[in-house]
């Protein structure tokens, strides 16, 4: 959180930068304490679309509630489908369709029709094409039996083992090249906060630099007692954190998509060739510099939210790192009990996460080195790296930008679900005829339907587990 502080004037103040979820927190805000008839006016549109988008995911499978209601009081097995899937068995193994998900609707309509254009091209490449280009080459889950059509480890992982390289490729590409084309605003950015008072608001640089010293020491610590991770290793990952959460922030700005499982997984391999074969040492420093990076993420949706309505950065921060210790220990305490009663681990566990079971899967696979990468892939690195750095440069020309694919874009469209993506694509298409249609109505109320739908989704998806944990709903 104290690394993220610095860059907060950067991505939200000078490049303006979205953050769709940090949009919608703002915007509910901004709406539920408007006063007259506008404000009233917007308030019904974004309860409507939050009535809408919570009523639509309790009724499909995702959502549980309908399904398990169904299920306890009727004996009959019935929900509306998540995803509209393609006709094509490949394809449909991979995930191509249309999710039927009115928050990613919303997240479409808030992010634009420029980056939503981009992340539809980039899925096109890595869930249309390369699993046709793949199967002869048994890199996908054969789609009749459901599995593998090539005994090697690394050819029986999903597709998406192969599409990462060119998709990090060009996220990292593109987003350092950003950085180095920005620098000096960057380092006004940074220059802001060297005050004993900080101009932006933000906590002084010199508290700022304290609080990552101790921190740091304090986790190099911990890592070395409690799990044998030499401190240079430790030091290390807090380092690597640094650029992932430049391009990871970038990202999460411009998609309202936060790449850093991915990149996680990348630097699992920088790790797997700084110590080949140490598997813990692997999973460990591949985690610290993920989990740094992510928390970054989600203070940056809260400092967007902050500047619209006009609260304090530095205030801001504070409560955020009071509530670190309280997150903590909530975790620390019912994480046993989940895993009791849930599972974490194994076939049936009902709390596995796919992201984890890839981030440990890929980390056996490492455990031979870098040799162990696809092969290829690090040529397709490559490639997409460079179109990454092209795209970036032709960014910066405002005559062209408009045609220009965002290397942001396409590389989150390469590594999030094809079916989320065209469903965020529709969104932005929807939006972007609403404001050519009628563009002060757009003005007034997109955002706040926006909000809604986003809003109401994640409302109800909190309320399933207490539901569960309750009885309403059975556990299955």
């Known amino acids: 959180m104290l690394l993220a502080v610095p860059l907060r004037q950067h991505y939200i103040v000078d490049e303006k930068l979205t953050f769709a979820d940090g949009v919608a927190a703002g915007e509910t805000l901004i709406v539920l304490d408007s006063k007259g008839e506008e404000g009233r006016k917007a308030a019904k549109v974004m309860g409507l679309g939050t009535i809408l988008s919570g009523l639509h995911f309790a009724l499909r499978d995702e959502g549980l509630i309908l399904k398990g209601l169904l299920k306890r009081f009727a004996g009959v097995e019935w929900a509306l489908p998540d995803s509209l899937d393609v006709p094509n068995k490949v394809l449909a193994k991979t995930g191509t ?25 980039g899925a096109t490449l890595s869930w249309v094409v390369a699993p046709l280009a793949l199967l002869p080459l048994g890199w996908i889950i054969d ?14 992982l999903h597709v998406l083992f192969w599409v990462m390289w060119p998709g990090v490729g060009i996220l990292i590409a ?4 950003a950085l180095v084309l920005k620098w000096q605003v960057l380092m006004r950015s940074f220059k802001a906060l060297t005050g004993a008072k900080s101009e932006t608001g933000d906590l002084p640089l010199r508290v700022i630099v304290i609080g990552v010293v101790l921190s740091s020491v304090g986790l190099i610590v911990v890592q070395y007692i409690n799990l044998g991770i030499p401190p240079w290793l430790t030091l290390l990952a807090i380092l690597f ?6 391009i990871g922030l970038r990202a999460l700005g411009e998609t309202n998509w936060g790449p850093i499982s991915t990149l996680a997984n990348v630097m699992q391999g920088v790790f797997a060739a700084i110590v080949p074969g140490n598997l813990p040492a692997n999973m460990v420093s591949s985690g610290t510099t993920g989990t740094i990076a992510t928390d970054s993420e989600a203070i940056m949706q809260d400092y967007k939210a902050g500047h619209m309505i006009g609260s304090t950065p530095g205030k801001l921060t504070i409560m955020q790192l009071v509530g670190v210790p309280i997150g903590a220990a909530a975790v620390a305490w019912m994480y046993p009990f989940l895993a009791k009663t849930y599972g974490i681990v194994g076939e049936h566990a009902k709390l596995a996460s796919p992201a984890s079971a890839r981030w440990a899967g890929f980390a056996v696979i490492l455990k031979e080195g870098a040799k162990a990468l696809p092969p290829n892939a690090v040529t397709a690195l490559v490639i997409f790296a460079l179109l990454g750095v092209v795209f970036t440069v032709l960014e910066g020309n405002k005559a062209i930008r408009k045609w220009v694919p965002s290397p942001t874009g396409v590389g989150i469209g390469m590594l999030v679900p094809f079916a989320v993506v065209s469903m965020m694509f529709v969104g932005g298409l929807l939006g972007y005829a609403w404001e050519k249609k009628d563009k002060k109505s757009s003005d007034a109320y997109s955002a706040p339907l926006a909000s ?21 709903i059975p556990n299955d």
């Open 97 to 121: 369709g249309l999710s039927w998900s009115l928050l990613a609707l919303g997240s479409g309509a808030l992010v634009g029709p420029r980056i939503n254009a981009s992340m539809m091209l």
């Open 452 to 472: 809604g739908l986003i809003a109401g989704e994640a409302i109800v998806a909190v309320i399933v587990p207490l539901l569960i944990a309750i009885g309403v």
């Open 174 to 177: 593109g987003g350092l090249t």
């Open 143 to 156: 789609p009749n039996t459901g599995v593998s059509m090539n005994a090697d480890n690394f050819k029986r």
């Open 241 to 246: 954190s640094l650029p992932l959460m430049l």
